[in-house]
């Protein structure tokens, strides 16, 4: 377990850092404090996450692809986050269950998840009919590039949680039904 810096204790680019996640989210989230041990990793974590909001996905893409991607990765912490975060951008308890679910009620984005969940399994022949349905679905290859670009950002944060253990700052997803525990 890594113990979550602490912004006021720290100097330096690591403050900076942390200084910079405060005023982006309003808040230093534990797993971010815990990835300041490395700032280069936080910096480079931040940098594409900034980068990637610039992108021609909306926000709630981001936060479906964000809660699939920690969902899939069995990741407790992610799925809180990105549940408690879809929460505050105005998605409803079914949509965010859904998400976890790769549906949706909507086709088009049903399409992506289903395309983000095979490329995450590392299903390639899924994946192939996946992507094929997403660009009949309407999705463009700006859009899909994207969606792999979030998996690989939230692949990183899943990882990291892995091994950093952050104590969870966020409340806790409800349990997925069907899905066991």
């Given at each position: 377990m890594f113990a979550p810096l602490a912004p006021d204790a720290t100097t330096g680019m690591v403050r900076e850092l942390l200084d910079a996640t405060q005023r982006q989210l309003g808040r230093v989230p534990n797993l971010y404090a815990a990835m300041a041990h490395s700032p280069i990793a936080l910096q480079g974590y931040l940098d594409f996450r900034g980068?990637?909001?610039q992108g021609v996905l909306d926000i709630k893409m981001r936060e479906r692809v964000a809660l699939l991607v920690a969902q899939l990765n069995d990741c407790d912490y992610c799925v809180a986050a990105h549940t408690f975060r879809g929460g505050k951008i105005g998605m409803s308890?079914?949509?965010?269950l859904a998400t976890r679910r790769?549906?949706?009620?909507?086709?088009?984005?049903?399409?992506?998840?289903?395309?983000?969940?095979?490329?995450?399994?590392?299903?390639?022949?899924?994946?192939?009919?996946?992507?094929?349905?997403?660009?009949?679905?309407?999705?463009n290859e700006a859009e899909v590039g994207e969606l792999v670009a979030h998996i690989a950002l939230n692949v990183f944060s899943n990882t990291f949680k892995q091994i950093a253990?952050?104590?969870?700052d966020f409340p806790a997803a409800p349990a997925l039904p069907g899905a066991g525990a």
């Open positions: 980068a990637l909001q308890t079914d949509d965010l790769a549906d949706s009620a909507d086709a088009k984005t049903a399409a992506a998840l289903r395309l983000v969940k095979a490329l995450v399994l590392r299903e390639p022949a899924s994946a192939e009919a996946a992507l094929t349905e997403a660009l009949q679905a309407g999705w253990e952050p104590p969870l």
